[in-house]
């Protein structure tokens, strides 16, 4: 009987066995595609989000450029108001484009004909004669009116240049800027989709592609030898595209592919992988769980041989109800049932399996150790006081050893110790809990609970929120002097200007006199430790009553409030100059000099009640000081 019990039970096993076999290698094929999906979702959703972002940044690129261009349009005309015999001098007018730090200067009569400014190779154009320049006419019977034009070729020469134009203020006519757009066709060569192909890593047998919707062209390739071709070229269909939105394959050449399809704005973006690649894992791992499955089947067949020698339903029932105490925690339990030779093996096979539980245990705790993994793990179950915990977790915690033993032998008193431990961190963000200030310790907690029991993960990432807080500091902050930067100084000066009460405020804008001479004589080097010494002076002002930050180049921004009155704002900066003269600095020519700072200063009130209102005032009149010697703060106000 025993014979024919084990024959027919092994042929049952076998069957299973076979069947699981077959059930893995499907489910692997499945995870392999599934993966692949979800990979491919990331990548492309990766590209697509880059694609965003880009232009996103583009828009905000242009607005901001062209703000300040049309400021700097604003400031020649200001400065030919003020003084239009400038414009019987040539040097002074390349002097004056050198100061507004612009490329070209341009001057039109009332009659469009220009007749000024700093390329005298233009002089004498007739603003009717191109359509590049006819745009700008439009401002001689509008004077309150602009121009920003768009990047294109200019009408003399047709090359590639940015004009903003504005409207004479002393008489009937038209001043001009011209920009290089340096700045913008850098910023349009990253939105290029080989250039954001180029920053997708691709493993090897994967590829990614991205196709015009209309012209079915290849606009970007991993294999640059692709870019240009077809999308019958890469076995692509509209039939066939439409069942590879959630993954399906095709055939490229003479190898079969699995492809993800997504359509963005007029675009295809696609990613693909070969049978080989995407099948690889699946393979190896069917091998390994064949091997498994028939050292399964062995074992179950010998204890079901051993099972069925004696009759074993007391010892079953002894043995099951050890094997209770043990599942619900009792690890300590001994299993020791005397009545046969089979029970007692088995007996001790029980043992040796729990033991090797514990053991394991240990052994993970020790990997973790070795590879100095910063994590923890801890086990309970509410039918259990003890808690299973590896010993990273007293080292994550700062417990000590005494501690971590009585948290190990109660789950009440090891839930009340990791619940003090995290309600006394000094800080928390999510997970993430900040237990020690100094030395500075942040852990993040995972758990979670299942079928009563409860599992949880703790880890030191403490090097993971310090690199946060950098990466933070670094978007705000100017890296060259440590000042904030002009979009954070917006954001805080905004902020101050929403309060009820702000007191008497300034808006302050400096630029370093004759900077680019300095860099000129004694090189870049030097000049950024120049900026340093001038970032230095501003930083005093930082503080309750003061915001520094640098805007550009040799400009920086200084916004004062919360005074009692303005004198003491003028008081602050009379001293401000003083500190400059008193505390010189040295040239690599050994030569001692103050710095040189022209500042411009815009009152908070009557109209200039807004940030950008504030900046541009502060501007009018930081050019009017540059324009009257250098060196000195001149003031705006509206009342």
Not at 606 to 612: A, P, S, V
Request: with cysteine.
């Amino acid at each position: 009987m025993q014979k024919i019990f084990t024959r027919y039970i092994s042929y049952v096993v076998a069957v299973a066995l076979l069947a699981i076999l077959a059930l893995n290698w499907g489910l692997q094929g499945r995870n392999a595609r599934k993966q692949m999906v979800q990979n491919s979702a990331l990548k492309l959703g990766q590209i697509s989000q880059t694609i965003d972002n880009n232009e996103v940044e583009l828009r905000n690129l242009k607005e901001s450029l062209s703000e300040d261009y049309l400021t700097r349009a604003y400031a020649f005309a200001y400065i030919i108001e003020q003084n239009p015999s400038v414009l019987d001098s040539q040097q002074e007018l390349e002097r004056i484009a050198e100061l507004l730090n612009v490329d070209e200067l341009h001057v039109i009569d009332e009659n469009g004909i220009l007749f000024a400014g700093s390329i005298p190779l233009y002089f004498g154009m007739d603003f009717h004669t191109t359509d590049q320049t006819k745009e700008f006419l439009s401002i001689l019977d509008d004077p309150d009116s602009y121009l920003v034009q768009e990047i294109r070729p200019n009408g003399y020469e047709q090359k590639v240049f940015q004009y903003i134009g504005v409207a004479r203020q002393d008489e009937k006519g038209i001043v001009q800027v011209g920009m290089a757009p340096t700045r913008m066709l850098d910023a349009q060569k990253r939105n290029q989709l080989n250039y954001i192909f180029s920053r997708v890593p691709v493993d090897a047998g994967s590829v990614l592609f991205a196709i015009d919707k209309e012209s079915g062209e290849v606009l970007a390739h991993s294999d640059q030898d692709m870019a240009g071709s077809s999308m019958e070229d890469l076995g692509l269909t509209p039939e066939v595209m439409a069942g590879c939105s959630d993954g399906g394959f095709i055939r490229q050449g003479g190898e079969k592919m699995f492809c993800v399809i997504r359509e963005k704005d007029g675009l295809i973006l696609g990613a693909g992988e070969s049978e080989a690649e995407l099948y690889e894992e699946r393979n190896i791992q069917t091998i390994l769980t064949f091997f498994y499955l028939v050292l399964v089947y062995l074992v179950a067949i010998l204890v079901i041989n051993r099972l069925l020698k004696h009759q074993i339903v007391d010892g079953v029932h002894t043995i099951m109800d050890d094997l209770k105490g043990i599942t619900d925690g009792n690890l300590d339990t001994v299993v020791k049932v005397d009545s046969n030779p089979e029970f007692r093996q088995l007996s001790q096979g029980i043992n040796k399996m729990v033991q090797g539980i514990l053991d394991a245990t240990v052994k993970i705790s020790k990997v973790i150790d070795t590879l100095d993994l910063p994590i923890g793990v801890f086990e309970f179950n509410q039918d259990s006081e003890k808690v299973m915990a590896t010993e990273r977790i007293r080292l994550v915690l700062d417990w000590t050893e005494e501690e971590m033993s009585q948290a190990c032998r109660d789950r009440n008193i090891f839930q009340k110790m990791l619940g003090d431990t995290l309600k006394a961190a000094c800080d928390k963000r999510e997970n993430e809990f900040k237990i020690r200030e100094n030395p500075e310790k942040w852990v993040r907690i995972f758990t979670t609970t299942e079928n009563g029991g409860t599992f949880g993960i703790i880890s030191d990432v403490t090097g993971e929120m310090q690199e946060k807080k950098r990466l933070e500091h670094e978007r705000d902050y100017d890296s060259l002097t440590g000042l904030c930067n002009l979009d954070t100084f917006r954001k805080e000066v905004e902020h101050i200007l929403e309060e009820r009460d702000t007191g008497e405020c300034a808006m302050i804008m400096l630029d370093l006199d004759s900077f680019k001479g300095i860099n000129d004589r004694f090189g870049h080097d030097w000049g950024d430790e120049y900026l340093r010494a001038c970032a230095g002076f501003l930083s005093e002002f930082n503080g309750g009553r003061g915001i520094a930050a640098r805007r550009s180049g040799d400009e920086f921004c200084l916004f004062l409030h919360h005074y009692k009155t303005r004198q003491e704002i003028a008081n602050d900066m009379e001293e401000f100059y003083s500190r400059l003269q008193q505390t010189p600095v040295l040239f690599p020519d050994k030569s001692r000099k103050a710095l040189e700072i022209s500042s411009g200063l815009a009152w908070y009130g009557g109209g200039l009640n807004e940030f950008q209102t504030l900046l541009k005032a502060a501007d009018y009149a930081l050019y009017d000081a540059k324009n009257s010697g250098k060196g000195i703060m001149k003031q705006y106000s509206l009342n």
